[in-house]
């Protein structure tokens, strides 16, 4: 017998036999015999999506003492030794097996159900509305005694993000993401066959739940592979599963959706630990740690990287951006780019002169803010590479920032005179013109920036990056490692 929060599965020779518990828990209603066979009946027409040989039926059970037989969802019994997370717990090699399981994920979601009830279900407010829900029934459950510690902070993290991220959102189902899917993907009920894996146990109470895009679904069994102590398998199953998909989602979104797959669960070990079931509580806190460790990973950044020219700037952004997977934008490159010449071309002048006029730089900076702001709206934290050497400049910036809901730290690069004119005497030709006589005159006009952390790049290039990272992920072991994207890995 195996027991969880709504069922009992009785093991007998082949065959397994599931039981729903008669239960109110407001999320679902399995208090009437009628309720219990409408979910059994349910269960085997959405689960044979993943597992068609396993969900063989309904059945029912007759005792003495009730009026109503009781259903069973009857199932063909799945090896025990062959489950997911048992290979997980013992060591084994399980990159072949997470492979198959995300590109068998991935083709039920490209034949899943898709309209317009299921799209209303992964719009930005959507996805609020179940994570304030779940807020909610957590803060129930405690109700006997505290929250749990870091809730609040999950809180403000998930407001943030979802509020300057609609957009994200919205192109997200244009682009067809959102689907029916598993809704409850987790290594327990993951049987790793000899002819491909199975897929057992989706989410059948409550269609709407399951209706989420495709990376949320996916994410839950990231999640529980965290859990069971392999990060990097985590991000390798994530990982193959958006490249099945062809999905370009931004890492921040890929944090979020692992971290509302946590907070569930963090939730669902709430409900076990009021059942008396043990370790259930101190799995909670340990999961209501991860989601705050992927929110703090999750939260969108705009990095403003100035200083004069020969500080040393565009080094270090092109260094931190690679660093943190995001996305540079620098307006040496941009200004040419809008003036129709090539980044490695000449177009020197005088401070304030050709494409250095106020009204080329205000041109610049304009569509540098602009382009950053789209990407920010996607959930994709950016670096700005300019000097942002005037009030108004930066003025702008924190504007924007605060328009997108987005981290702002600004980076100002420092280095002794002689150091900046030793390099910009030896700078071979690129994006950017500036000479010596250009830098003291921005450095005359330049005004202080109290509000911008100091890097001294006299140093090495590590020692600056370093000192830039201190100041942009200042929780550093409190958050969760960066998300890569694939690039092409062999199937």
């Not at 072949?96 to 039920?108: E, G, K, W």
């Not at 290594?187 to 495709?214: H, N, Q, S, T």
């Not at 569509?367 to 920010?376: E, N, P, Y």
């Not at 330049?446 to 509000?451: D, G, N």
Request: glycine share 6%; hydrophobic share 40%.
């Amino acid at each position: 017998m195996r027991e969880t929060h709504t069922s009992i599965v009785f093991f007998v020779g082949d065959r397994a036999y599931k039981l729903k518990k008669p239960l109110d828990l407001e999320f679902l209603d399995y208090t009437t015999v009628a309720a219990r066979r409408a979910a059994c009946e349910r269960e085997v027409a959405l689960n044979r999506r993943f597992a068609p040989d396993v969900y063989l039926g309904v059945a029912e059970v007759h005792s003495p003492d009730s009026e109503a037989p009781e259903p069973l969802v009857v199932m063909r019994r799945m090896p025990a030794d062959r489950r997911l997370s048992l290979l997980v717990r013992e060591g084994a090699a399980v990159d072949d097996v997470l492979r198959a399981v995300a590109r068998q994920l991935a083709t039920r979601h490209a034949d899943a159900t898709r309209n317009r009830e299921v799209d209303q279900h992964g719009t930005r407010d959507a996805l609020l509305a179940r994570w304030t829900a779940s807020f909610a029934q957590v803060r129930e459950l405690a109700v006997d005694g505290p929250v749990l510690d870091g809730v609040a902070d999950v809180e403000r993290l998930v407001r943030r993000y979802l509020a300057g991220r609609k957009q994200l959102f919205d192109t997200r189902i244009e682009q067809g993401r959102v689907v029916d899917g598993h809704g409850d993907l987790l290594a327990e009920d993951i049987f790793c066959l000899d002819d491909g894996p199975r897929l057992l146990d989706c989410l059948e109470f409550d269609d709407k739940l399951r209706y989420v895009d495709g990376l949320d679904d996916a994410a839950f069994l990231t999640m529980d592979l965290e859990q069971l102590g392999v990060p990097d398998a985590a991000a390798f199953f994530l990982a193959q599963y958006s490249k099945y998909c062809g999905d370009p989602a931004p890492p921040s979104l890929w944090h979020h959706y692992v971290a509302y797959r946590a907070f569930v669960r963090a939730k669902v070990s709430l409900i076990q630990a009021s059942q008396g079931a043990p370790g259930a509580k101190a799995a909670s806190r340990r999961l209501v740690t991860t989601a705050l460790r992927h929110l703090r990973s999750s939260a969108v950044g705009l990095t403003l990287v100035g200083g004069l020219p020969g500080s040393g700037k565009s080094t270090l952004s092109g260094a931190l951006a690679d660093r943190l997977g995001v996305t540079l934008l620098s307006s040496d490159r941009l200004r040419k780019e809008l003036a129709g010449v090539r980044a490695e071309e000449s177009a020197a002048a005088d401070y304030g002169e050709g494409l250095y006029t106020p009204e080329w730089t205000a041109k610049t900076y304009a569509a540098l803010l602009g382009r950053a702001s789209t990407l920010l709206s996607s959930g994709e934290s950016v670096v700005l590479d300019a000097t942002w050497s005037t009030a108004g400049q930066r003025e702008a910036a924190r504007h924007m920032a605060e328009h997108t809901s987005a981290d702002l730290v600004a980076l100002h690069c420092e280095v002794p005179g002689d150091v900046s004119a030793s390099r910009l005497s030896s700078r071979p030709p690129g994006p950017s013109d500036a000479d010596l006589d250009v830098a003291t005159a921005m450095a005359a006009a330049e005004p202080a920036w109290p509000e911008a952390v100091t890097i001294d790049t006299s140093g090495t290039l590590e020692s600056a990056v370093e000192q830039a990272l201190a100041a942009v992920r200042p929780w550093a072991t409190g958050q969760a490692p960066v998300f890569r994207r694939p690039y092409g890995e062999p199937d």
